[in-house]
């Protein structure tokens, strides 16, 4: 159905977004100012105690500090009720009194059929739960206690059994008045191509729901009870209600899950999702009897920032964790990401809990290595890199995986950590295999490293001193005129100090809270000379002059970092002689910083200078790498 944007924005415009946020958040009234429509809650999408969820009526939109979530009203109800887009605007339209747009007669039709197909899968679940709790059932209630499965855990999985019949389920769902052409369309049943009667799909199997985030049985899986089957599991066929590649078991309660603060973790099955909910690890979901798809990656985030793959420790977990990382690379950034916890060789979630308990698999998922560690390993294991050619060729490789990110600080940020992998590869420990990741920040990003003596001296180990001061500039203005971090928070964002305390000043002032390390910081950013002396600090001026100096320092620092990123993805690229396009690249890099930092002037001899002196440093530097033998 066809949604015209004009009435789109009418919904928006009559139904105020915190009106639909409310029913599900507790708003901190102190924070909020009500009048102007700007509210502040714990943010319902992961637990939390403080209030990082902004809502601002004005604008229609909601972010959080935390999670980084954000949207409006419609993504907000599809987001936490699990609404798909059509039904969210219908929510919509009722809230603001107004009638829906008239339907195509033909996705009319097509919702009905959706309908139908829902209640005889409905049905079918029935009808196998039973079987499952007659005495057709035993011997699979015998095999699921043997797996741990107590009548508490059979009950809240929904599990059934499908007795090896021809058309036990066939013929219970007809005695329900159930036409075999809706049973055939559902997928519960096979119509012989020779127009013989129809027999059931999954016979003596046990028998898993799959539910879609909305609560709708949408397909079943069954396992077979026969260690001779050809096929241990078997999944429903793609009908009008399942795409096995969009959807992931037990996605509604760890949804819920995880808005409670549990972590997201994508197992391999059915029982695994299912000893580990059972376990404690509730946010467990798991792909369909196929590699993980593009439609699945955006569920998982849609869930969470930073779902945790479980593998497998043996050779095949480890090969499908590979195939993953190009998938995910053209995908991941800021909010987007991936940690991979490995279990030990032969075990699934099923054994270690058993043998070990819950601990043991906590330890596992404390574990989990990012999306950068694994990359690394597969480029450099079982490969010798004792020549320059062999050196190139895994710079080459890099280079062409870290060309798949689209973000550019999620992009420079994997270029820091692997030269740093790079380094302890051919300098510090030639040889190495498996590595220790980097040193992190208190987001868990790759920090920079410590300036070793062997690059002090080249333009990436020369950072500018006067950054920090820039920085402490920003959080002391930030700090000094309130109404200024709301008014460029998308900029403040991005400044994301990498020293833990002045970090969580900034997420203070972004945030409106008050924590001691932010405090802390602050007190240690007015001892500053340059900031005591700065007569903004000393002698206040209207919010809106501060702005505009924030604004202009805010175009410094971003400017140097560009310059420096500049420098950075040069080096990642060089190959052979300096060549005109890297030349031209850095002095535009040159340009930019200079105009940031002289706004009164377009070009100048100075800027000249700077954009030679530039070159010559970068031409400098790899001379001098050439000259040592370095790759």
Known sequence: MSISPAFLDELRNRVPVSRIIGRKVTWDLRRSNQAKGDWWAPCPFHGEKTASFHVDDQKGFYYCFGCHAKGDALTFLRESDGLDFIEAVKVLAAEAGLPMPERDPGEARRADRRSTLAEAMEAATRHYRMALSSGQGTEARDYLTRRGLEAGGIERFELGFAPDMRQGLFTALREKGIPPEVMDEAGLVIVPDDGGAPYDRFRGRIIFPIRDARGRVIAFGGRAMDPNARAKYLNSPETALFDKGRNL???????????????LVVAEGYMDVIALSLAGFEGAVAPLGTAITEDQLRLM??????????????????????????LALPMTGPGQALRFATLPAGQDPDDLIRAHGAGALQKVLDGARPLVDLLWEREVEGRAFDSPERRAALDASLRKSIALIPDETTRNHYIAALKERRFELFGGRRGAGRLTPGPRDWKGRAAPAPVRAQTRATPLGQQDAGDATLESMVLALCAAYPGVAARMESRLELLAPVDPGRAALCHDLLSGQDSQMGRAALARIME????RASPLIRQPIDTEKAAAVLANILDKIEARRAALAELTRAEAEIQGLVDEGLTWRVSEAARARHRAEHPEIEDSSDLNEDRGALSARLASYFDTRRSRGGG
């Open 249 to 263: 078991y037990n996605t509604g309660p760890a949804r819920a899950a995880v808005s409670k603060g549990a972590p």
């Open 301 to 326: 985030w849609r869930i969470s920032p930073e779902p945790v793959i479980m593998l497998d420790g043996d050779a095949a977990g480890q090969r499908a964790a590979r195939r993953l990382i190009d």
């Open 528 to 531: 500053d000379a340059y900031v």
